[in-house]
C-alpha cells in the first residue's frame, strides 16, 4: 500500500481537461513543497514533470500543471491528446520517519 | 546532455548480494546540490525509493531496506553503487537510478532502468 494515494485511473477525450489528485498527509504533501509529478510509458523510465508542487520540469507543455490543497495534490493535464495517455505517479519528501521520498500508486490514464 | 546507465546482473539468486553501478555523464557528483537517487519498480507497481548519496556524501536509506542496503559513490569515475543483500523474490524489480534536481526530491533525470529478477 502506497502513502500517498491516487485514482487507478481516470479518462477523458482528446480536447478535455482531467486533474489527477494525489493524497497524502501532514508530514509530506501537507507540509512541504515536494510534490512532483512523473509520466511513464510502457517499457520506459518515469519522466519529470513538475516538481516542487507547480514548476514545469525543463521541455514540459505548458498544457501540463500543478497545484496543491491541503494534503492534496493535484496534476491537471488541458487539451488532452492521444500521448498523454500513460501511467502517471506523485511523489512526495515525507518526514515519517523510514522513509524520505514517497510515491503514489500510480493512475492510469486513458484517452477515449 | 546529462544520461544514467544502469549496469549489473539481470538475475540473481535467493540470499545472494545484487550490486548495481549508475554510470552517468553530464554533471559532476562532487558539484554542490547534485544528488544521485535509487528507485526500483516491481513489474505492474508503483515506484519505491531505496537510497540517495549526496554532492557532499550525504546518504538517505529507505530504512525498511536499510540493514540491506548501502549506497557509494565513485566521484572520479562519474559512478553510483547501490548495493542490496540478501536479496528474495520480492525484490525483483525494475531498478533506476536518478539524478536529484538541486538538492530537493525530485528526480530529472533516469537511466533506462535494467530488469533484476530473483526466481523462487
Known amino acids: 500500500q502506497s502513502a500517498l494515494t491516487q485514482p487507478a485511473s481516470v479518462s477523458g477525450s482528446p480536447g478535455q481537461s482531467l486533474t489527477i489528485y494525489c493524497t497524502g498527509s501532514t508530514s509530506d504533501i501537507g507540509g512541504y513543497n515536494y510534490v512532483s509529478w512523473y509520466r511513464q510509458y510502457p517499457g520506459e523510465a518515469p519522466k519529470l514533470l513538475i516538481y516542487d508542487v507547480t514548476n514545469r520540469a525543463s521541455g514540459v507543455s505548458h498544457l501540463v500543471s500543478g497545484s496543491k490543497s491541503g494534503n492534496t495534490a493535484f496534476l491537471t493535464i488541458s487539451g488532452l491528446q492521444s500521448e498523454d495517455e500513460a501511467d502517471y505517479y506523485c511523489g512526495s519528501y515525507t518526514s515519517s520517519g523510514n522513509l524520505l521520498w514517497v510515491f503514489g500508486g500510480g493512475t492510469k490514464l486513458t484517452v477515449l | 546532455q546529462i544520461t544514467l546507465r544502469e549496469s549489473g546482473p539481470a538475475l540473481v539468486k535467493p540470499t545472494q548480494a545484487l550490486t548495481l553501478t549508475c554510470t552517468f555523464s553530464?554533471?559532476?557528483?562532487?558539484?554542490?546540490?547534485?544528488?544521485v537517487t535509487w528507485v526500483r519498480q516491481p513489474p505492474g507497481k508503483a515506484p519505491e525509493w531505496l537510497a540517495r548519496?549526496?554532492?557532499?556524501?550525504?546518504?538517505y536509506y529507505n530504512k525498511f531496506l536499510k540493514t540491506r542496503l548501502t549506497i557509494s559513490k565513485d566521484t572520479s569515475r562519474n559512478q553510483v553503487v547501490l548495493a542490496l543483500t540478501n536479496v528474495d523474490p520480492g525484490d525483483t524489480a525494475t531498478y533506476y537510478c536518478a539524478r536529484i534536481r538541486a538538492s530537493g526530491w525530485a528526480a530529472e533525470d533516469w537511466g533506462q532502468g535494467i530488469l533484476v529478477t530473483v526466481p523462487s
Open positions: 553530464g554533471f559532476s557528483l562532487s558539484s554542490s546540490g547534485m544528488c
Open positions: 548519496i549526496d554532492w557532499d556524501g550525504d546518504k
